[in-house]
């Protein structure tokens, strides 16, 4: 196990594509057998997932990657001029051809050409495509003399060609042509875990390059951005991580700032699964629920509140807490989101006019008598649920005079 995660953290410094994921473990291990080779290849992804670093790790681990790689992307340029981008034009070809022009297939005669949106060009375009792919030349826009060129070429699109070809949008021979070999980027909400990762790195980069001090993310922090869906993918996440560290400067990011600042791209029930209340509930339901609500959030700032004590005692372990330190309103806060916990599975303790009376002392001695029947009164269970070291279970259970019920 250790040699693959260090074989994979080798791969991600290799390719400048960071990711623990199991789909991206999966591609980088195809960039790592495809790049060597001459093959074109068409990768797939949505936009803003990375397509170009694919492609850019492929041609810089070729044997083409001291030579020129020229990224053309097909969706911006007019359809009445692509063919002279791309293959160059002759001396009067056209109104305004006032010199020979080379086209980009030239510029990149050596090394690769990155074709990004390759499912925007013109159907008359693709025919000279193919030519190239197939036979290495192409003629330019006015000239009647053939040019050859030794390119390698991958495409990209976030577009599905195969729905393409059947619609004749796109043609089957040239599709056929580059599909030999695809690399499938997946989407940053499927690769969530990725997240912290691709969170830290976009943070630290930017605080390096614009002089910033960055002192890094609360756990709960990485929690929100997970329940983000991202529709732009990690362009859109590198984006909200540099304005937020910008804007930011000098703290630790907490959940509260990513909320505010996803709201404006998001819904309040996007980010945040406790809002809102629905409206279907009693009276007394909705009260209750509204209350949970509290307690979820409260229970997050007493996390971010605990690991800011750690961060400032470097030399205390985890493990090494004493009994003084252990609190129990951790436990009586829910973990869950209240629209994941049935009505009558609430707990009485959370009743609103229990909820003013109980001392601490009281709040304590339940959280303690339902954990453990939570797991049938087993000790080493219920201590570890509770944070708490067992001899200081076993005290709690004698100083409240808790017992296992018949």
């Given at each position: 196990?250790?040699?693959?995660?260090?074989?994979?953290?080798?791969?991600?410094?290799?390719?400048?594509?960071?990711?623990?994921?199991?789909?991206?473990?999966?591609?980088?291990?195809?960039?790592?057998?495809?790049?060597?080779?001459?093959?074109?290849?068409?990768?797939?992804?949505?936009?803003?997932?990375?397509?170009?670093?694919?492609?850019?790790?492929?041609?810089?681990?070729?044997?083409?990657?001291?030579?020129?790689?020229?990224?053309?992307?097909?969706?911006?340029?007019?359809?009445?001029i692509i063919e002279s981008e791309l293959?160059?034009?002759?001396?009067?070809?056209?109104?305004?051809?006032?010199?020979?022009?080379?086209?980009?297939?030239?510029?990149?005669?050596?090394?690769?050409?990155?074709?990004?949106?390759?499912?925007?060009?013109?159907?008359?375009?693709?025919?000279?495509?193919?030519?190239?792919?197939?036979?290495?030349?192409?003629?330019?826009?006015?000239?009647?003399?053939?040019?050859?060129?030794?390119?390698?070429?991958?495409?990209?699109?976030?577009?599905?060609?195969?729905?393409?070809?059947?619609?004749?949008?796109?043609?089957?021979?040239?599709?056929?042509?580059?599909?030999?070999?695809?690399?499938?980027?997946?989407?940053?909400?499927?690769?969530?875990?990725?997240?912290?990762?691709?969170?830290?790195?976009?943070?630290?980069?930017?605080?390096?390059?614009?002089?910033?001090?960055?002192?890094?993310?609360?756990?709960?922090a990485y929690q929100v951005m997970s329940?983000?869906?991202?529709?732009?993918?990690?362009?859109?996440?590198?984006?909200?991580?540099?304005?937020?560290?910008?804007?930011?400067?000098?703290?630790?990011?907490?959940?509260?700032?990513?909320?505010?600042?996803?709201?404006?791209?998001?819904?309040?029930?996007?980010?945040?699964?406790?809002?809102?209340?629905?409206?279907?509930?009693?009276?007394?339901?909705?009260?209750?629920?509204?209350?949970?609500?509290?307690?979820?959030?409260?229970?997050?700032?007493?996390?971010?509140?605990?690991?800011?004590?750690?961060?400032?005692?470097?030399?205390?372990?985890?493990?090494?807490?004493?009994?003084?330190?252990?609190?129990?309103?951790?436990?009586?806060?829910?973990?869950?989101?209240?629209?994941?916990?049935?009505?009558?599975?609430?707990?009485?303790?959370?009743?609103?006019?229990?909820?003013?009376?109980?001392?601490?002392?009281?709040?304590?001695?339940?959280?303690?008598?339902?954990?453990?029947?939570?797991?049938?009164?087993?000790?080493?269970?219920?201590?570890?649920?509770?944070?708490?070291?067992?001899?200081?279970?076993?005290?709690?259970?004698?100083?409240?005079?808790?017992?296992?019920?018949?």
């Amino acid at each position: 196990m250790y040699f693959e995660e260090t074989q994979n953290d080798t791969l991600q410094k290799r390719f400048g594509i960071l990711g623990k994921s199991e789909s991206v473990q999966s591609m980088l291990a195809t960039i790592e057998q495809v790049a060597p080779t001459d093959i074109s290849v068409l990768i797939a992804g949505d936009s803003g997932s990375g397509k170009e670093l694919v492609a850019a790790a492929l041609h810089k681990n070729s044997r083409r990657g001291h030579k020129p790689f020229v990224i053309v992307n097909c969706g911006a340029i007019p359809a009445g001029i692509i063919e002279s981008e791309l293959f160059g034009h002759k001396k009067g070809a056209f109104t305004g051809a006032q010199s020979d022009r080379k086209g980009y297939f030239q510029t990149a005669d050596g090394g690769t050409i990155f074709l990004d949106e390759i499912g925007e060009t013109p159907l008359e375009t693709q025919v000279k495509l193919l030519r190239v792919l197939e036979q290495g030349e192409f003629l330019p826009v006015g000239s009647s003399m053939k040019m050859k060129v030794d390119v390698r070429i991958i495409a990209a699109s976030n577009r599905n060609l195969e729905k393409d070809v059947e619609s004749g949008a796109f043609r089957k021979d040239l599709f056929y042509r580059l599909k030999a070999i695809t690399i499938n980027v997946p989407s940053l909400k499927d690769r969530k875990e990725d997240i912290p990762i691709l969170a830290n790195k976009f943070a630290k980069d930017c605080a390096v390059r614009n002089q910033i001090l960055f002192k890094g993310f609360y756990e709960g922090a990485y929690q929100v951005m997970s329940q983000h869906t991202w529709p732009g993918n990690i362009r859109e996440l590198k984006n909200f991580i540099e304005s937020m560290v910008i804007l930011e400067k000098g703290g630790v990011i907490k959940t509260d700032v990513i909320y505010r600042y996803l709201n404006a791209d998001s819904s309040p029930t996007e980010l945040n699964p406790l809002l809102p209340v629905k409206l279907d509930r009693s009276v007394d339901q909705a009260e209750r629920e509204l209350i949970l609500q509290q307690l979820f959030m409260l229970r997050r700032e007493i996390a971010e509140m605990k690991e800011t004590l750690t961060r400032s005692l470097p030399g205390r372990a985890m493990g090494d807490r004493a009994a003084d330190e252990y609190n129990p309103a951790l436990e009586v806060l829910p973990e869950e989101s209240p629209h994941e916990i049935v009505n009558d599975e609430i707990p009485a303790i959370l009743n609103p006019q229990m909820l003013g009376n109980l001392t601490a002392a009281q709040v304590e001695k339940e959280l303690i008598l339902r954990s453990l029947q939570r797991f049938n009164f087993n000790k080493r269970k219920t201590a570890q649920a509770l944070e708490m070291a067992e001899r200081t279970l076993y005290r709690k259970i004698k100083e409240y005079g808790i017992a296992k019920e018949n």
